[in-house]
Nanobody, 111 residues
Framework: QVQLVESGGGWVQPGGSLTLSCAAS????????MKWYRQAPGKERELVAS???GGTANSVPRFFISRDNARNSAYLLMNSLKSEDTAKYYC?????????WGQGTQVTVSS
């Protein structure tokens, strides 16, 4: 059974940083593209970062994605956080026709 478990969310002041983690199990982690999405209330889910099986990373400004295949984990470092970054953040594992989701972790940016 595939499981993706996000952690590291919480409350942070504007300008702060936060690192989210995504721990995967039940799949051959190194074979999956890992992505981070977010969804704010009333808005559609949007992609914020992705990293290929070979480690090629793409992300929106201020965010950095990484992966550790030995730990079956992906990470999202978020810097200079703004109130508009407030959302529930989800990781996904994707390969070809397969796509798995975690349950999400809430990030709230406010003073």
């Amino acid at each position: 059974q595939v499981q993706l478990v996000e952690s590291g969310g919480g409350w942070v002041q504007p300008g702060g940083s936060l690192t989210l983690s995504c721990a995967a199990s039940g799949l051959t982690f190194a074979s999956y593209v890992m992505k981070w999405y977010r969804q704010a209330p009333g808005k559609e889910r949007e992609l914020v970062a992705s990293i290929s099986t070979g480690g090629t990373a793409n992300s929106v400004p201020r965010f950095f994605i990484s992966r550790d295949n030995a730990r079956n984990s992906a990470y999202l470092l978020m810097n200079s956080l703004k109130s508009e970054d407030t959302a529930k953040y989800y990781c996904s594992a994707e390969t070809g026709i397969l796509k798995y989701w975690g349950q999400g972790t809430q990030v709230t940016v406010s003073s």
